[in-house]
């Protein structure tokens, strides 16, 4: 059983904050990009705990259908997404998707939107102003 507050989230959100402000400064200089590193980890992992499984969800239906294939029923989220994404990958590089270039793409494009969204939060409308 896990406490109501602060969640999971809410504790990486404050180790970032702390290495980030007090930790980065105290250490030695060679040692504060580890000190970034590591408050980046935090930070990233809350926001996927805070996303849930739905990235997840909307990349597995993605990758099927650019597949050509239904989605079978989920037992594992992160493993079927991956085989998926893999499958995926396998058929690129075999040529197999030639004439669909421009489907899979955007598609793929769509995916690495929301990865960014998670990992670079705001990334996608600095993009946009250039």
Not at 109 to 121: D, S, T, V
């Amino acid at each position: 059983m896990t406490q109501d507050r602060p969640g999971r989230a809410e504790l990486l959100e404050a180790v970032a904050e702390f290495l980030f402000t007090e930790v980065r400064n105290a250490v030695p200089r060679e040692q504060r990009f580890q000190v970034l590193v590591a408050a980046n980890i935090c930070a990233v992992v809350a926001r996927e705990i805070h996303a849930g499984p739905e990235p997840l969800l909307l990349d597995l239906l993605l990758f099927n259908s650019l597949l050509d294939r239904d989605v079978p029923e989920v037992n594992d989220l992160n493993r079927d997404t991956r085989a998926s994404q893999a499958e995926l990958a396998r058929r690129l590089r075999s040529g197999a998707l030639d004439d669909r270039l421009d489907e899979v793409a955007a598609g793929l494009r769509e995916h690495i939107r929301r990865q960014l969204a998670i990992a670079r939060p705001g990334y996608d409308e600095h993009d946009s102003q250039d």
